[in-house]
């Protein structure tokens, strides 16, 4: 997801709040000032926690989404594209078999943790430079049975 995704969702989320809160004041319900209170808290904790999740994420550098497929030894798709600069390469495995994402090529050689289950292996590089590398999962024989790609980095 971009970054303005998550800030289009982050302001969606206040602008609710924003609404829940008008209507519980304005009821004639007697709405106590404590519940109130307690509504704008879990408000405020929400839009904090969707707009820091928001800014975190992209100050890593580039987020590349390269997904491991539903089943096989593969990826979603073979090739990817980024910007050169800081990166971070995010594979989510929605399979019981244990993936992880890793690349190499122009000096770089990185893997990322082996997950499973819809775990989220990621690598993240300081200073990607521009050029043609290779992604792959590490797991023995995964990347030999056609489980890797190619990122280009301009």
């Known amino acids: 997801m971009s970054a303005t995704s998550r800030w289009n969702r982050a302001a969606a989320l206040a602008g609710l709040a924003i609404v829940a809160l008008a209507a519980g004041c304005g009821s004639s319900g007697g709405t106590s000032s404590s ?7 879990a408000v405020s ?9 928001a800014t975190s994420s992209t100050a ?13 030894l593969k990826f979603v798709k073979s090739t990817a594209t980024a910007s ?3 990166i971070v390469i995010r594979s989510k495995n929605p399979q019981s078999l244990g993936h992880d994402i890793s690349i190499r ?6 893997s990322g943790e082996i ?7 990621t690598i993240t590089i ?3 430079k521009p050029g043609t ?9 995964h990347e030999a049975a056609g489980m890797k790609g190619t990122l280009t980095v301009s």
């Open 115 to 121: 997950v499973s289950n819809g775990g989220v292996s």
């Open 60 to 72: 890593g550098g580039h987020v590349v989404e390269i997904d491991v497929a539903a089943s096989g």
């Open 35 to 41: 519940a109130t209170t307690a509504v704008s808290a």
């Open 84 to 86: 050169a600069g800081p």
């Open 105 to 110: 090529g122009n000096g770089v050689d990185q």
């Open 126 to 128: 300081a200073n990607l």
């Open 133 to 141: 590398y290779t992604f792959f999962c590490s797991v023995p024989g």
């Open 45 to 53: 904790s929400a839009v904090s926690s969707a707009v820091s999740s």
